[in-house]
């Protein structure tokens, strides 16, 4: 598997994202490091990390300015051709603004910023991502987060429900979310975008490895694949 | 020529900011105001002078970046 991770200016988790998929990868290859001002890709990239932080500064809206970036006109098309994207906190945010997934993430209901780790079920796994899971494992991944109530109409949480891309629900909502939704799949169930921070956890020395499966189930889908 | 762009949250979209605002006033003795909502001006000054031009303009800015229409409203002023 060939992952490429896009930098924007006030990315902050890029390296860490870099990291959790070389660490998945059988070959240890390191993932492709992007500039957001960089217009196409690399070929034969498998799968593209968009990396949490506060692109921009979170000017105007969370992602807002990153989603209109030079580089994600290619990342869309990747995505509508079928390739894998994945969208951690201020990625999932990213992701949204291009419409590549639906709805938006508001500032948490709290109005205070949440670093810590919760409890997530996991809903579905039926997507790559998630194959390594059993459906209601609970899974502990930090968030660290001003924005990321999840808020969508009633016509798109239906239609999430009902199409099971649904990924992560929060056992004890923190945010304020929607449905208590965390972690939302695309129709073709190839992009993911999720609040909390897989990347975060996958080293016993950072405090545990709930999130290595979540790579790992990527790079496994590749073998089989 | 001027273009003052209004964004605001839908009307069934919860606003903490504007919640946290309305109790603040509470607090320090403002009565009877019964909602509040927050939202955000951005102000453009425009080579174009054509107002229907102009305004055509700002709303494809609008639909494109300034607003994300998901959950906000727009409105615009030309002058």
Known sequence: MRAAVIQFPGSNCDRDLAVAFQKACESNKPAEMIWHKESGLPTGIDVIGIPGGFSFGDYLRCGAIAARSPIMQAVVDFANKGGYVLGICNGFQVLTETGLLPGALMRNAGLKFICKDVDLKVETTNSAYLSQYQKGDIVTYPVAHHEGNYNADADTLKALKAEDRVALRYVDTPNGAMDDIAGILSENRRVLGMMPHPERLNDTQLGGTDGHKLFQGLVEGFVTA | ?79
């Open chain 2, 1 to 79: 020529m001027i273009a003052r762009v209004f964004v605001t949250l839908k009307s069934g979209v919860l606003d903490p900011q504007g919640e946290a605002v309305k109790h603040s006033l509470g607090a320090l003795g403002f009565e009877g105001v019964d909602k509040v909502r927050q939202g955000k001006l951005i102000e453009l000054q425009l080579e174009e002078t054509d107002t229907n031009k102009a305004e055509a303009q700002v709303k494809d800015m609008c639909e494109k970046l300034l607003a994300n229409t998901v959950i906000e409203n727009y409105t615009i002023e030309l002058s």
